[in-house]
């Protein structure tokens, strides 16, 4: 085999596993129905590029009709270059719609030298987005976050904000009007990475939040990808772990009914492990999520 040719092997490979991932989570997490109407969120970076791919893709083959539209919010940065999009939406033939609204302006204005903007960021870019989806009539808003980001907002919560929470494949928007979605929730970022090039993504580099040195998310990233190079595998096995959750081992009792747990005749499910010493050898292979976190 040429090295010409086991680049496209490896490049298609690549593919259907994205692919095939994207698939499995659609089906999860019953993301996508017949007749939908999804908005794809499209940043110019390399996640939405190959969510918005993935998903015409899949469109083409699905057993269910729906409908895809992108829209780029155009939030005014200095030197933005406003063409790269609609040309490529465009040259794919892609329904889109760009919204100008400068919330660069309203961030560096309010967000004080040196703090954090993405919060507010995230904030005004939402509302827009919202806004949007309820004019076009878009039935699911789709979002490019991916296996790292869930696991990255995991530990930013577990450090930061005192609480096990991660980010949803799918939820319900903060104005309770829109289901937002996230396909790319079993994809891991250097796969991600690596399908750009491939697929060779005229990537728009964002210059506010992304040009921002130490951000926590960051710190954590760098933790996270330390770990898997000392530990292969340690990241698949701690996404695994939030679809395995056991509430009845944990101290929230909005979760679990502590007040009212009792004695019974009969053998606890979990049997008799209050004195036991946790095992985790070979628990890895014991996790079906696995398969689709690969």
Not at 23 to 41: L, N, P, Q, R, S
Request: net charge neutral; aromatic share 8%.
């Amino acid at each position: 085999m040429t090295t010409l040719q086991k680049q496209v092997y490896e490049g298609n490979k690549l593919a259907k596993r994205l692919r095939r991932q994207v698939g499995e989570a659609i089906g999860d997490f019953d993301m996508i129905h017949d007749g939908d109407k999804v908005m794809v969120c499209l940043s110019g970076g390399k996640d939405s590029y190959a969510l918005l791919d993935i998903l015409l893709s899949l469109k083409s083959h699905a057993p269910i009709d729906f409908e895809i539209v992108a829209v780029n919010l155009d939030q005014k940065h200095p030197g933005y270059p406003a063409a790269i999009l609609p040309d490529y939406l465009t040259s794919i033939g892609v329904p889109f719609r760009i919204i100008e609204q400068d919330t660069y302006s309203v961030v560096k204005r309010v967000i004080p030298e040196g703090k954090t903007m993405c919060s507010l960021c995230s904030r005004l870019r939402r509302g827009a987005l919202y806004r949007v989806a309820k004019e076009i009539g878009a039935t699911k808003i789709a979002l490019g976050h991916h296996r790292d980001d869930i696991l990255e907002t995991f530990f930013l919560n577990l450090f930061h904000g005192g609480r096990l929470k991660a980010m949803p494949p799918k939820l319900v928007s903060d104005d309770g009007q829109h289901i937002v979605i996230r396909p790319l929730a079993y994809c891991k970022e250097p796969d991600l990475e690596e399908y750009a090039k491939l697929r060779q993504f005229p990537i728009i580099p964002c210059n506010l939040c992304g040009s921002q040195d130490n951000l926590q998310r960051q710190v954590v990233k760098s933790m996270l990808q330390e770990w898997e190079k000392k530990f292969p595998g340690r990241l698949e096995t701690m996404f695994a772990s939030l679809q395995r959750t056991s509430p009845s081992h944990l101290l929230d009792a909005r979760q679990f009914d502590f007040a009212n747990l009792k004695t019974q005749p009969e053998a606890y499910k979990d049997g008799d492990i209050a004195f036991d010493e946790e095992d985790f050898s070979a628990r890895l292979i014991q996790f079906p999520a696995v398969k689709s976190a690969n």
